[in-house]
């Protein structure tokens, strides 16, 4: 069995970016890291360094487990709202919250894709279903459910790699659909046989 990271590893995997996994420290801690098999250094300029899958997972697993509709910013954290949380804190430092880590996510399919495609999702997300879409549809200005108001819930199905995206019927669930479909993913709109609410079903797209 491997060696648990020392304290100041565990720091630098913890402070990764939330989105991107991309870490800061120095090249002798990184390298420690990587020898370690939880960091990558990417061979494109300006070689930064991030998580590997081994990587997330040590982060994850010291982090504690949120409920299934998490608040939206669980100690402090960014998380992108799926829909369904009670406690939100909206306005303009939410805003630039979410087009941070949009333009970080945009970031790591560049550097992550085989190709550098920015049009189509990277293997961060077909990890982390739910929270991909939702941080597509939260940073295209969609509104997420609320206590009271109506708005997209995300949720994740059986099917691999898809996810129910559930929104007012109409325009609001066509308008998610186009902001999905532009964001890289495959929708279909269906109907639940029992309560015959629409809703869509998201893939994200590999070509």
């Known amino acids: ?18 989105v991107s996994g991309r870490l800061r420290g120095t090249e002798a801690q ?22 590997t899958p081994a990587g ?25 709202r799926v829909g369904g949380e009670e406690a939100v804190v909206d306005g303009p430092a939410r805003a630039r919250e979410v087009h941070s880590a949009w333009q970080g996510l945009l970031e790591l399919r560049r550097m992550t894709n085989p190709d550098g495609a920015t049009d189509r999702p990277c293997g961060w997300e077909r990890t982390h279903l739910v929270r ?23 949720r994740a199905t059986p099917q691999p790699e898809a996810v129910a995206v559930y929104a ?12 999905l479909e532009r964001a ?16 869509l079903l998201a893939s994200p797209r590999r070509v």
Do not use: N
């Not at 370690?36 to 998580?51: K, N, T, V, Y």
């Not at 609001?172 to 186009?178: F, K, Y």
């Open 184 to 199: 890289g993913w495959q929708t279909g709109e269906y109907t639940e046989p029992r309560t015959r609410t629409r809703y």
């Open 168 to 179: 007012p019927e109409g325009e609001p669930l066509r308008a998610c659909a186009g902001t």
């Open 132 to 154: 991909a879409a939702a941080l597509a549809l939260e940073a295209a200005g969609h509104p997420p459910e609320g206590p009271t108001t109506a708005g997209y819930r995300v």
């Open 56 to 80: 997330h997972r040590e982060r994850e697993a010291a982090a504690p487990q949120p409920p299934a509709a998490a608040p939206a910013e669980p100690d402090g954290v960014f998380a992108a």
């Open 1 to 18: 069995m491997s060696r648990p990271p020392t304290a100041a590893q565990r720091r630098i995997i913890d402070g990764a970016d939330p």
């Open 30 to 51: 990184l390298a420690a890291l990587v020898k370690r098999g939880l960091a990558f250094r990417h061979p494109r300029p300006p070689h930064d360094h991030f998580l």
